[in-house]
């Protein structure tokens, strides 16, 4: 163990981006700082989300080399008219995705943007001497898949990774809607395993969570996911001690993620920032490693710009770039610097390894 700052730029993996949705229903350009995009917002950002916290340069100064960009396309619901397009049927959530899809495709064209789909091209952008970010996508929330059977074409398109709930959907249980997998569900979970995609259990209700462990053989994540044990018993947002202990079982990776109210037990937006600090985010990730019996199933998920701003981060985080800053905090708390390899970034590329095609 070590207890000194790191002082090299290690690799940097964000386990989830809701990067095409900044697009589509916030306006925001990827390719812009985030200073750049509060300049133009000004004291009110966007759908008032808060401050932004990702473009492009942000990434690039804080060597995040891969992160897992999400297709995320709304439910129609009451409170979501200001969202911009919200969708009410199969057919209009795929053709929202897949108009994410080709906005990552686009963005592709840019040269220090690249698609990764298989080992090589991870293996490319990670060892590229130029500044790279590799964009894995991630679908969250798998309404988007019209059938069960068209999962071979959201693979084609480029997808690698699904998560079958964001709140519940026709697939399952998640977030504040308890619950099962439905029949289709079932019938996704197979589909899923053929084509060669990733699990994301990040949302799912608890029973749906469990339903799809036992359903599915394949890789296993949890995207953007924190410890229930320290934000209360009530939160299924977060993962049970029991969750945890399933994912480590599948050898899967949990993504830490840094709003403050997924950090800590009564903080609200209300809260000041200077009441976060990144020794929170520490906590949850020592205790899945102390679930683990080892640092290799924990990294980080951000969930930056995903519904939240910087004033409702760690108060050392100001951008994405600062993500950095997460090695320092763990150096202090006694990780050695092969443990905070693999947190930031390391234990990502390994599942990506194993879980990708050739």
Not at 244 to 254: L, N, P, S
Request: contains cysteine.
């Amino acid at each position: 163990m070590t207890n000194h700052p790191i002082t090299q730029s290690p690799t940097i993996v964000d386990g989830h981006l809701d990067i095409a949705w900044n697009k589509f229903a916030l306006g925001r350009d990827f390719l812009e700082s985030a200073a750049e995009k509060r300049a133009h917002e000004g004291s009110r950002p966007a759908h008032n989300e808060g401050s932004a916290l990702v473009g492009l340069p942000d990434l690039i100064a804080g060597n995040v080399r891969v992160v897992f960009a999400t297709t995320y396309v709304a439910p129609a619901r009451p409170n979501r008219t200001e969202w911009g397009r919200t969708y009410s049927t199969p057919q209009e959530a795929h053709d929202q995705a897949m108009e994410q899809v080709a906005y990552y495709s686009l963005l592709a064209m840019n040269p220090r943007v690249s698609l990764i789909t298989t080992r090589g091209d991870l293996d490319r952008v990670i060892a590229s001497p130029e500044p790279q970010v590799g964009l894995v996508i991630l679908m969250e929330g798998a309404d988007p898949i019209v059938a069960p059977e068209q999962t071979s074409e959201w693979f084609d398109a480029g997808v690698r990774i699904v998560g079958p709930a964001w709140s519940q959907t026709r697939y399952s249980g998640g977030t504040r809607a308890p619950g099962p997998l439905t029949d289709l569900g079932r019938a996704l979970m197979p589909q899923l395993e053929r084509a060669g995609m990733i699990l994301d259990t990040s949302h799912l209700a608890e029973q749906s969570f469990f339903d799809a462990l036992e359903s599915f053989g394949g890789a296993v994540i949890a995207s953007h996911s924190n410890c229930r044990v320290f934000v209360g018993a009530d939160k299924d947002r977060h993962l049970s001690d029991e969750m945890i202990r399933a994912i480590i079982e599948r050898e899967g990776v949990i993504g830490v993620t840094m709003y403050g109210g997924f950090l800590k037990a009564g903080w609200d937006k209300s809260a000041k920032k200077d009441a976060l600090t990144l020794a929170d985010a520490v906590q949850h990730i020592q205790h899945i490693c102390d679930l683990a019996g080892d640092a290799r199933h924990v990294g980080i998920g951000s969930d930056f710009d995903g519904g939240f701003g910087m004033e409702s981060t760690p108060r050392e985080i100001d951008t994405i770039a600062d993500l950095q800053k997460i090695g320092d905090a763990l150096a202090a708390a006694s990780f050695s610097d092969a443990d905070i390899a693999n947190i930031l970034g390391g234990n990502w590329v390994r599942l990506l390894r194993r879980a990708l095609p050739k």
